[in-house]
Nanobody, 129 residues
C-alpha cells in the first residue's frame, strides 16, 4: 500500500517560516506526481505545489509563488514544502498526495486533486499576526 505521512506543521508568527515534510512509502518504485494541497475552514481545497519523483516536473501556484518552494530528497523518500513569509491567510490543513496510474506530466501542472489517489492525513499550519 502507498502511504504518505506529513510532518512539520505548527504555529508560527506572521513573517515566519515552516518546512513541511511528506514521506512517500514507495518513492522510487513508480514515478509519481506528489502535490501539496491546503484547505482552510469553509474553503475549497487548493493545490499549491507539485513535483514528480524524478524531479523533472514542478509547479507552484501563483498564490504562493516566490514564498513557497517544493523539493525532494530521494534517499529520504521525502518531498518538502518550504514556506517563507507566512501570513494568516496561509493557515489551514496541509495535505500531500501522490498520483496513481501511469505518470504523465499533465498530472503535475497545474496541480489539481483529480490525478491523486493517495493522500496523507494532513498537518495543521496556523499563522498568527
Amino acid at each position: 500500500a502507498v502511504e504518505l505521512v506529513e510532518t512539520g506543521g505548527g504555529s508560527v508568527q506572521a513573517g515566519g517560516s515552516l518546512r513541511l515534510s511528506c514521506y512517500l512509502s514507495d518513492y522510487g518504485y513508480a514515478r509519481r506526481c506528489v502535490g501539496w494541497f491546503r484547505q482552510a475552514p469553509g474553503k475549497e481545497r487548493e493545490g499549491i505545489a507539485s513535483i514528480d519523483t524524478a524531479g523533472v516536473d514542478t509547479f507552484v501556484a501563483d498564490s504562493v509563488k516566490g514564498r513557497f518552494a517544493i523539493s525532494t530528497d530521494s534517499f529520504k523518500k521525502t518531498i518538502y514544502l518550504s514556506m517563507n513569509s507566512l501570513n494568516p491567510e496561509d493557515s489551514g490543513t496541509y495535505y500531500c498526495a501522490a498520483s496513481d496510474g501511469r505518470y504523465h506530466s499533465s498530472m503535475c501542472a497545474p496541480v489539481r486533486p483529480g490525478p491523486f489517489g493517495y493522500w496523507g492525513q494532513g498537518t495543521q499550519v496556523a499563522v498568527f499576526s
